[in-house]
């Protein structure tokens, strides 16, 4: 009996030991046919079904030169395929969800060298409106640095794809706002904004809010830009790549502010001027 229960005793740690490291090893495993998976995937050129769906949905990819859309490609493929498109409410995640969403991200970044928001590597996907425990309010979109995460109202990114002259359009505002946190978050991608347009949107921001505050009925950009420099950034945004022209016109040191920041000119990229 003494003999049983001193093999007991030395076999269950034995066993634990063994488990453990059988576990580690197997995530180990897993992580490097993963790491595998994912490095061949980035290496592979877009497939002939995503490009079909650049061009019927994406006005921005078909304004670009053959050489610039083979870049576009690339950036999306490597977008895309390092992100976990998360489906909430729905039954799955789309490859139009997939495609368009990233190519908003990649819209965004293309003006900056190899930029692919690497905080954020989940993309929840809602089918409308969802209630956020956080806020305690419904939002179409939002981005949360610490945990990673990007959120969108699939129904409203899709409104906002399919006017492109409203100067509303959530997936440039969520991605705007990524790009905002991603430039301050020390990582691979840390600073990646110029530095002097940095300060010279700042000086913008503080303008332009004190105008609206005054006067929102009369002011180019919509009231929520003046909510915070945050909101401020994203709603800037969504008027540069929506109405560069007119924004141009209204507030033309914001559109040079925004151009050199993102190394960017949709005026001369849309042929407006």
Do not use: C
């Not at 002939?48 to 650049?54: A, F, G, P, T």
């Not at 053959?66 to 998360?86: G, P």
């Not at 956020?132 to 309010?137: D, F, L, T």
Request: charged share 20%; glycine share 4%.
């Amino acid at each position: 009996m003494y003999l049983v229960f001193v093999v007991i005793l030395i076999g269950l740690p034995l066993a634990a030991l063994a488990f453990g490291l059988w576990s580690t090893a197997n995530e180990i495993y897993v992580y490097a046919i993963n790491s595998i998976n994912h490095r061949m995937q980035i290496r592979q050129p877009l497939s002939e079904k995503y490009r079909q769906i650049l061009r019927k949905y994406f006005a921005y990819y078909n304004v670009l030169s053959s050489t610039e859309k083979q870049e576009f490609e690339r950036r999306l493929v490597r977008f895309m395929y390092s992100k976990n498109f998360i489906a909430r409410g729905i039954p799955l995640i789309l490859d139009d969800m997939k495609v368009l969403i990233s190519a908003t991200a990649v819209q965004l970044t293309f003006g900056l060298p190899q930029v692919y928001l690497a905080n954020f590597d989940k993309i929840l996907v809602y089918p409308d409106e969802y209630y956020s425990h956080i806020s305690k309010r419904y939002h179409l979109g939002e981005v949360n640095p610490r945990a990673g995460i990007i959120v969108i109202s699939w129904k409203a990114f899709v409104a906002g794809l399919g006017d492109l002259n409203d100067s509303l359009n959530v997936g440039i505002h969520e991605m705007a706002h990524a790009i905002h946190f991603e430039n301050r978050i020390r990582n691979s991608e840390y600073d990646f904004l110029d530095q002097q347009a940095i300060l010279k949107l700042k000086t913008l921001t503080d303008r332009e809010t004190s105008k609206i505050i005054v006067a929102p009925e009369t002011h180019f950009l919509r009231r929520y830009a003046a909510t915070n420099e945050y909101e401020f950034f994203a709603v800037a945004l969504e008027y540069f790549f929506e109405q560069p022209l007119e924004l141009q016109q209204n507030i033309p040191d914001l559109y040079a502010t925004l151009k050199q920041l993102l190394n960017q000119d949709p005026i001369k990229l849309y042929n407006l001027a």
